[in-house]
Structures are given as C-alpha cells and as structure tokens.
C-alpha cells in the first residue's frame, strides 16, 4: 500500500500558483496528481477565495480563472473541522494565521508548505513546516 504525504497548503502557495510558474505552481501539479493529500478547511478555502478575489490579482489570472481553480482545490482535498481551540503556546503573532493552526492541530498533517517560515517556527513541534522548493526536492526523484 502506498503511503501519501499529508500536507496543508498556506494561502500565498496557492496564490503564487496561480501567478507563476515556480515552487508553488509544481505544488499544485503534484496535488493533481495525487502525490499528497492536501488536507484543508472551510476557514482556509474562505481565506483563499477572498485573497484571490482581490483587484490586484486580475493582471495575473481572471475571476473565471479562479474559479475555476478553486473547484480543483475543492474536489482534490480533504476537508476537516479545525480544532475548536489552540493552546497558548501555539496561538501565532498573527491572528489570521491561526486558522492554519486549528486545522494542523486537528488533522496532524506531515507537513504544513508555506511561504512565510518564520511565521510558523513555534509549530514546529506539530507539524515540518517546510517551504514549497524543499517539499519538491523531498518528494520527487
């Protein structure tokens, strides 16, 4: 039986996906293929759709785009309710990072890819948190 990775993906890796072709973008083509299982939440899909709704955005992909997008990320991840509360020592600087925490804290994912690593350096205990390029080159032959 093969054993998938199980990964949370912050907001800006799926936004830069839709930007560029980098890090993020090869993120988003091993999800599609099924080389990990994303792992995610109401409040995070929430956040990516409006921060991908925003006007600053429309030089780089269209709404349709987006849309469009979203239904992949929809129909490719595993949707969990985040734990009711985090404990102090895990709350974030950033309040709008704890939705990512709640949800790492209920599902234990193997990792949590993101673009903002030392904004997550105190989680380090429950999860890698580990940046889109490292995930790749863990992960690929």
């Known amino acids: 039986m093969i054993s998938y990775p199980t990964v949370i993906l912050d907001t800006n890796i799926l936004i830069s996906a839709l930007i560029s ?9 091993m999800l599609i293929n099924d080389e990990f299982l994303h792992i995610t939440s ?16 429309r030089h780089y992909f269209s709404l349709q785009t987006f849309k469009k997008f979203l239904l ?4 490719t991840s595993t949707i969990v309710i985040p734990a009711p ?14 939705i990512f925490i709640a949800t790492i804290l209920e599902s234990n994912p193997d ?31």
């Open 72 to 75: 992949i990320i929809n129909q």
């Open 42 to 57: 109401q409040n995070i899909l929430k956040e990516v759709e409006s921060v991908g709704r925003r006007d600053k955005f």
């Open 21 to 29: 072709s980098g890090s993020s973008s090869k993120i988003i083509d």
């Open 85 to 98: 509360t985090i404990p102090l020592q895990y709350q974030s600087i950033d309040t709008s990072d704890n």
């Open 111 to 141: 990792f949590f890819i993101t673009g903002n690593i030392k904004h997550f350096t105190h989680i380090k205990t429950l999860t890698h948190v580990i940046s889109p390029a490292e995930f790749i080159k863990k992960h690929t032959n």
